[in-house]
């Protein structure tokens, strides 16, 4: 079956950085889209990043625009969102998910496209 699974997560001082990273399994990596959601305490889940199946095409939302980074390895069927200067309101459940897709340069913002989710890994900024 489809595992997603997230690593890297942990606690990091303000201003500090992570590099979350999302192990796939079970489908064909490249053939999918791949994105990074958060959610905070009695918050709703929020997207953060984007990226096309080939890695050409990446989106952010603006909180996090310069901040984070998302990358892929296909070869690895691996995800990461490489987090730097990060503030206490990034504090939050880290979740990556996979859309599968005909389109090489296509991703997606919305949580309704993506078919599969990980069981998250937990992000705390300290002040």
């Known amino acids: 079956q489809v595992q997603l699974v997230e690593s890297g997560g942990g606690l990091v001082q303000a201003g500090g950085s992570l590099r979350l990273s999302c192990a796939a399994s079970g489908l064909t990596f490249s053939d999918c889209a791949m994105g990074w959601f958060r959610q905070a305490p009695g918050k709703e889940r929020e997207f953060l990043a984007a990226?096309?199946?080939?890695?050409?095409?990446?989106f952010y939302v603006d909180s996090v625009k310069g901040r984070f980074t998302i990358s892929r390895d296909n070869a690895k069927n691996t995800v990461y969102l490489q987090m730097n200067s990060l503030k206490p309101e990034d504090t939050a459940v880290y979740y990556c998910?996979?859309?599968?897709?005909?389109?090489?340069?296509?991703?997606?913002?919305?949580?309704?496209?993506?078919?599969?989710w990980g069981q998250g890994t937990q992000v705390s900024v300290s002040s």
């Open positions: 998910a996979a859309a599968e897709t005909i389109y090489s340069t296509t991703y997606y913002s919305g949580a309704p496209w993506y078919s599969y």
């Open positions: 990226i096309s199946r080939s890695g050409g095409s990446t």
